[in-house]
């Protein structure tokens, strides 16, 4: 499966969950959980950026595909209010668990922007991450 993400250039290869554990507006993880958030689409993440930030104030944005080997990706059911603004503390025990119990490596969540598509959540700290999620291509987007 292949899964797309826009961030700065510098922190394109880290791949850490760490920038999203600084956060304290995520939606589906608590401040201090370490979480990679991914789109379905790179249509998608540019969406999901634009809720968040103007691609024009992200300095030297790229964009990163990641291919997953993972095949069975579980869709947690979201808690009624998963989509308020500013995201609440149900859709962040979503993603607290997820990381929490370790057993999947991905688990799939819809997007607050487009009700037909959704987005992956990637636990850094699972066990095949290294094998199983790698970088295949990284742009530049102006």
Same mark, same amino acid.
């Given at each position: ?18 920038? #999203? @554990? +600084? ?7 608590? *401040? /201090? ?7 379905? $689409? ?47 503390? #149900? @859709? +962040? ?7 929490? *119990? /370790? ?7 819809? $997007? ?31």
């Amino acid at each position: 499966m292949r899964l797309y993400r826009i961030t700065r250039k510098k922190y394109a290869l880290e791949l850490n969950g760490k920038g #999203a @554990s +600084k956060s304290t507006i995520n939606r589906w993880n608590s *401040k /201090g959980t370490e979480i990679i958030y991914t789109s379905g $689409s790179e249509s998608l993440a540019r969406a999901e950026l634009a809720g968040h930030v103007s691609m024009g104030l992200l300095p030297d944005p790229v964009l990163i595909v990641i291919e997953v080997a993972s095949k069975n990706i579980p869709a947690p059911d979201p808690p009624e209010d998963w989509d308020v603004t500013p995201p609440g503390i #149900a @859709s +962040k025990k979503v993603g607290d668990l997820f990381i929490r *119990k /370790g057993k999947d490596l991905v688990v799939k969540v819809p $997007s607050k922007y487009d009700s037909t598509q959704f987005n992956y959540l990637i636990n850094p700290n699972h066990p095949d991450f290294s094998r199983d999620v790698k970088v295949i291509e990284m742009r530049e987007l102006k």
